[in-house]
């Protein structure tokens, strides 16, 4: 029981990141504050897939979780190499 209640508390702190993430992405200041908010809706989603992973015990999605990881390393190279100024 007290597992259960950790886990949803756990995902109601990932929803409540994840919301606040999205409003940094949305209304962020310049392209670096949005590609840092991408970089932690990757992070948060691979935390949220953990999560699931000890609440089902279903190991099948470790491979989104890889995949997840290796897309949001090469994002973050991508756009740092080939990042312009903001005017």
Known sequence: MMYHILLLIAAVMFAVAFLL???????GPNSMDRMQALDTTVA???CALGAYICWSLDTTVVN???VLALLGF?????VTRFRKRDE
């Open 21 to 27: 993430v999205g409003y940094r992405m949305l209304v």
């Open 44 to 46: 948060i989603l691979q």
């Open 64 to 66: 989104a979780m890889v």
């Open 74 to 78: 090469i994002s973050s190279v991508a």
